[in-house]
């Protein structure tokens, strides 16, 4: 089965594919045709592709995030690789195909990364604050497990938030190895609940982000995080006006550094300051890694990356 | 007994007075000797004040918020009033006086403020809405009594946030008259708890902020009171997930309507609007108000004013 | 007759609309064909349309807000409708339909707008301010009865800029009532002129800005009342020295607030402090009871409304 | 005599001098004293000075912008000159000294100014244009004679006005002949009537600027001088709606670029483009040329100039 | 041969022109059929233009940069021109047609202009500054003959680089003049080398600038010109730490003025002030003359101007 | 002898301190006295001082940075503690005192530091790269065994650049392991020449920064690191053109990260975007824990540090 990222132009193939994208449109020719405007993607990249002459039996069958099976021919259009698609079905289980062997995913297995995840969380010290850790990891665990970090800024793959959260974790330990006077349950703790809420603010299927739910768009990851710590404080007997309560709610509210970035307040204790930085970094660093995996290793630039002031990266020879 | 704003230079007077701030100093003669650097107020106005040659009885004798009785004279420094203290002792009981007749206060009674705030929360006919709103009411309750609404911004004196509430809500009555498509229950709830965790955020006495508090620096009042009304629909068995909750942290959340202003999201709903411009309306308004009140009716320009992006205002001629 | 609002996909109908906008395109076919992309519109909504192999004829025929009768059949075209004209001709006057039945309108007639502006006008207790705001008003009359206050940011459409003038008249004399020290006179008078000179700044017709005039751009409607005010004192014989007529231009000049929405002064009276506020209140509400209305109901967000910060609003469910 | 700039540490000297500056204090002995804190001025530069132990009649006596003789010895006070003085006594017309000498003034006498000025408003060729500027000159004139342009920015002297106009002039008359698609008439009335309304936004007396008029804070110079044209065209006969007219008013009001520095509209003529990058040229050089010439040859680094974003300039070396 | 700005609708014409651009794209149609999207140009202007049916010769033949002869017809497209190509053809040596007669170009030639800079080089007095300035002009002069001064935004055309600074250097003669503080050598040196590594920058070809270069993007050509001083001096023996190396280096680094425009240093020497007002003025009346100059002497207004912070220019009526 | 974090209230000591700062100033009285402003510090804190009476010789005596003794007593002004010294004399070699055990110093041995960066340089594989940041570390090494990082912002101290190279080394040295696909020559290289130029951007002296040189001012050390780069390429034989040489200058001049904060370009390589936001962790924890280093254990909060956007910080709880 031949992969996304092998096809070159006037390859004639046949194989399974990810209906990433799916759209009816019609022809300009009178009177109008329908025809597909897809997206095909497996686990090493996606190609646009067209389905001319469609009938209404077609449009009915295919929807988007179905598993295919298409016969295609590759061409080029306006220098970029595009699919014509000439025969496409629905995958059947006889076909012995998973939808999750074709899409994006963390490096490292979901389960390995929620292990970690949750091997960190015991490891924490204080009662109050591993508490309300684990409150707050297993009212997100189902959802820890696939979903992505962002819509398309960063980590926009299957467990991708897991995934920043343990590479998170790993710096982390070695800037506290660095730096002793930084409280180590903290940085754990606020690594871990920083973007936990990202399961309640996107809607999301394997791996990709459809929209911001409501809560979503009306409170924010941000401060829906704290919430949860207001709620696992209650819900687990540890006074409102603990302290540690208190450090964990900055941790969350301050980690986006700025007004301007969505944080209500900015980081005023040692360890807010260092997770706003240990987030950055591996979110920038990631970025960078994931736009130069998915450009052609002969092309020097990647596309403009958004959250890099929409700035292009370019590859450094070796 | 003078009142402070009818002084005038060169007058002689006795009358009891508030310490509202009082520092030691020292002089700068060889050997330096101890003074006293004094604001001293009452209800219609404060003056610098010093009082020379203080010996060690007096400095553990006095301290800001005291009432005193102070003989002095008016002198003029620097083109400004100044009061050169001759003697000065506590009130005691016997003199019959107390500390409220000599602060800054609300034009209308604390009592009657707080009466209005919760007829109007009865008012409320959404259950949710209602309960959640009498929980924070409930927890704020004492401090609304009494609290300023700012620390030097607007309504900056005793019983200022009540006010600053019952003025917005007359204001919101008006406005949901005008366009009836508003939630009248919302825009109620809304202006009522907008600023409810300043009773959290600020530390206040006799309505002077003297700092923030702890978690006033560390959450702020914005997702303090987010915070509140997680707390009140747990501990009142509402579902965190029911829409009047999201609602009204909504509400809450975005009232500064921008991130840079410390809103970690923007107004989204038709109510999450209007209380915005609701509450700048009252709060510019009552700025002018103030600095108008607060400056001689002899002088057309009132002192630069912080919260009017530092433009002083001009007196209409009438 | 049908509705816009009310067709659905599938109907086949026949009615009288307004032919919004209109443009001849061509096909991609060899040799290209024309065809019309247009938008029809009537007093409840607007819907695209093509009307296809168009005749040299009819490219001859018909034009922007022409008046027609269409025979059509309403499909569904990228997730949205569009009609398909079979048929269309000119209205007639026997036809019996008059152009401003098919247009947006403010919902209250037009000349009780201006009757009311007019009252109001005359209510003016000082004789200099009432001179001008009448000479103001008399040089902008005919355009007041039917002149939108915006190109699309609010009450854009038939009278929307009396509207506009009405409500705010209505929000003011509330807030002279709940703060006698505002100058009731300034406030009317500021809310009257603040917005006149848009019927110099734009260019309208039947509620729809084509574009800015001239004047507009150059001047911009806030330095042209500002000249109007010159203009007025000049022609009524009130010297241009007189604080009212420096009162009124401070008024107009610095109601959007700051330099970088227009404003080459800084509101600096307490009048134009509310005046500012005032009109925020109105427009901001306007823009999302607009935006509500004409969202069916049955969708929970608007659009992103551009004049809240490309925002959309979530409908308060009931 | 000795010049201010040629005074150096332990000088006894005797001259008449600026009282520029004049405040009574009180020293910090008890009881304190009265003493004089004072800046002395001539037309090479300025210092503080300090007189003791002043008595009732002193303070009656010495007024800010009064001339006076005073016997003083120069003193190094943290690093900067300071003049002790020993006695001090107003002019007399016996002792034949002039105001005039003591001030700082444009290097051009004012009178040859204003007859450039007045010769380049003749050359104008369009009618209404030369009308124009001929009724707003008319009406600065007597102030155009010695006013600064400003308070502390550029051209802060006697005649500094003229002075800036004048040499904007030599510059857009150098442009106009190397770029001829430029319309002449327009550039010379856009930089005659730019800030010719600085003579009623700014109160100055002997070249200084004392404060801000109330027309000056209200309107703003931009406004004011758009105003100035509107009733130079009502008062000459020219109809309002005349291109010249709107040319005029767009110069002067779009003359600072943005509206963050106070334009309420952008530049959109040539002439308006011009006129923008001419005042900043000369104006920005001006402020570098003053600050140098007020530095001691020694030294390499002028004082922080505000004009140029608060940098201090570097002397380039011969 | 007709030219390009002279074509009307309807016109049928035969002609050589330059193919600026050149798409090969595909009708909607079933199968698609290929067509050239295109962009004619001559010295006057340019025009799209569409040639339908395209063989696989003609994809072989054409490319962008080429000199054509076309027959084709004028049509209007969405109110816009737009040619009908006919037949077309490569332009041979034959046709005794030359590629830089269809180009835009400076209005004074090359040679000419390269000849100016060399002479004011010649002319500036100190030997270190000349000899740096002379070593950058040979590194570069061989694109000084051609190169643009920027993609877009100005003197977007052939020896536009070298004329913009052809035009700087007579206005840095006027300024020079008119303030004689200003140490001549440095403002023309200044004036040469601001943009002069804007060569390295740009990849350019007649006068058209394709893209940025890898130093361009990773260095720009601030920083690259400071590096050129930098080896200028290092090769001709000037030690690195002379004034006139870092005067040099800061008069590049510093002219665009503020640090979100490229500079990292804002100017600091009376020299840099001016150098950076001098590039402003010629650069932005450059922008508004060529907008005028290509937009039809029948249209009021220029399309937006980017570098004008995107606004119109109003033709001032004669 | 009593270090200065250990004195308290109403202490009588003797001991050996830097005098870091000294200034003449003179009493109010008449005629005024000098006396000296001083700050006393050593290695643990400093504390202002007064010493009264001063003679002639003490002011030729005593100069900022000298060493002396001092017999003083400990006081309260001002609710802060304050020195009124007694006697002081210099300090003598028979003293046996030297000024580096007085200074604030880093935590690690300047020479150690130093070994650790040279022996990092001299690990870089490729050629051109080491042998680059081997010129570079040769041409400041001497500096760097010394130099302060920055003048109040961060390690600001002695040897506190090459501390704060070392503590980003390591953090390097991780990252590198973390995420192979980083360049670690460049990421080594780029931390070691980011900030080397503030050794000829800065004037210090045992730690403390005096002011910014002149080539700091007119070039920045951004730019100056640049130009050595270029300088030691040439002097070293490696063309100017290698992608090495590119590389190594687009990681120094992108290190600031936006324009605003000085960087002409922004990060465009993988390693540029490692390198910033590498810096801003450890600068911004190194700025963390030296304000909470040198505040009291016994405060909540340390004052408020410029670097961190003006926000105090609060110690978490143990």
Redesign the interface.
């Known amino acids: 089965m031949t992969q996304i990222k092998q096809l070159v132009s006037q390859d004639e193939f046949v194989g399974f594919y990810l209906l990433k994208e799916l759209?009816?449109?019609?022809?300009?020719?009178?009177p109008p045709?329908d025809y597909f405007d897809i997206v095909l993607s497996d686990s090493t990249g996606q190609l646009s592709a067209k389905m001319?002459?469609v009938s209404s039996t077609d449009k009915e069958t295919f929807f988007p995030m179905g598993l295919v099976k298409v016969r295609g021919i590759v061409q080029t259009?306006?220098e970029r690789l595009q699919i014509k698609i000439g025969q496409m079905r629905l995958a059947t289980p006889e076909d012995g195909v998973s939808i999750t062997e074709f899409i994006r995913s963390a490096p490292i297995r979901p389960i390995d990364l929620v292990h970690t995840i949750k091997n960190t969380t015991a490891s924490i010290v204080n009662d109050e604050v591993r508490t309300i850790v684990e409150y707050c990891i297993n009212k997100a665990e189902e959802k820890l497990m696939h979903y992505p970090a962002a819509k398309t800024h960063h980590h926009a793959y299957y467990a991708g938030l897991a995934y920043h959260i343990v590479?998170m974790l790993?710096?982390g330990e070695?800037?506290c190895r660095?730096?002793p006077?930084?409280?180590a349950d903290?940085v754990r703790a606020g690594i871990i609940l920083h973007d936990v809420a990202k399961t309640e603010e996107l809607n999301a299927r394997l791996g990709v982000v459809s929209d911001y739910s409501?809560?979503g768009?009306?409170?924010?990851h941000?401060?829906l995080a704290?919430?949860w710590i207001?709620?696992a404080a209650?819900?687990c007997d540890i006074p409102?006006e603990s302290?540690r309560v208190?450090?964990l709610?900055?941790l969350v509210?301050s980690h986006h550094n700025?007004?301007?970035?969505?944080?209500?307040?900015?980081?005023?204790?040692?360890?807010a300051?260092?997770l706003h930085?240990?987030d950055?970094?591996d979110a920038?660093?990631q970025m960078?890694?994931d736009a130069?995996d998915s450009t052609p290793e002969s092309e020097?630039w990647t596309p403009m990356i958004r959250g890099?002031?929409n700035?292009?990266?370019?590859?450094?020879?070796?």
Chains 1, 2, 3, 4, 5, 6 share one sequence.
């Open positions: 759209e009816v449109r019609q022809t300009n020719s009178t045709k001319w002459d259009y306006r590479r790993e710096l070695f800037i660095q730096r006077f930084l409280n903290m409501v809560p768009k009306l409170i924010g941000i401060a704290s919430s207001t709620e209650i819900r409102l302290e208190l450090g709610q900055h509210l700025t007004g301007e970035w969505g944080s209500p307040v900015q980081p005023q204790t040692a360890e300051v260092a930085y240990i950055s970094l920038k660093l960078v890694e130069l020097s890099l002031e700035k292009a990266v370019y590859r450094t020879p070796v």
